[in-house]
């Protein structure tokens, strides 16, 4: 049985920084994509970065300031948030199995159960 549980969210001021950890059980990291997400409220899910046959694979909206890491060893995801906006406020999901979806969407087969962060300006 999979099992993703997230940590590391909170609230933050504009500029700052957070990292999300997700500690995974029941999955292979050989599998072929693991990521995190995110969704605001009334805003759609959005794949903010994936690790996809190990290559990273970000967001337009947050390249160039998350970073998405693992530590294979230890059953840990990472990602590692910089210089954050308060557009970037919401929940964070870690995911296994991740997939593409309809259009330019991703979804996936297992989730964790979110953890807030909240950037304010």
């Known amino acids: 049985q999979v099992r993703l549980v997230e940590s590391g969210g909170g609230s933050v001021q504009a500029g700052g920084s957070l990292t999300l950890s997700c500690l995974t059980s029941?999955?292979?990291?050989?599998?072929?994509?693991i990521g995190w997400f995110r969704q605001a409220p009334g805003k759609e899910r959005e794949a903010v970065a994936r690790l996809f046959f190990k290559i990273p694979y970000y967001a337009d909206s947050v390249k160039g300031r998350f970073t998405i890491s693992r530590d294979n060893a230890k059953n840990l995801l990472f990602l590692q948030m910089n210089s954050l906006k308060p557009e970037d406020t919401a929940m964070y999901y870690c995911?296994?199995?991740?997939?593409?979806?309809?259009?330019?969407?991703?979804?996936?087969?297992?989730w964790g159960q979110g953890t807030q962060v909240t950037v304010s300006s």
């Open positions: 995911a296994a199995n991740c997939f593409p979806g309809p259009g330019d969407t991703w979804a996936a087969n297992y």
């Open positions: 029941g999955y292979a990291y050989s599998n072929n994509c």
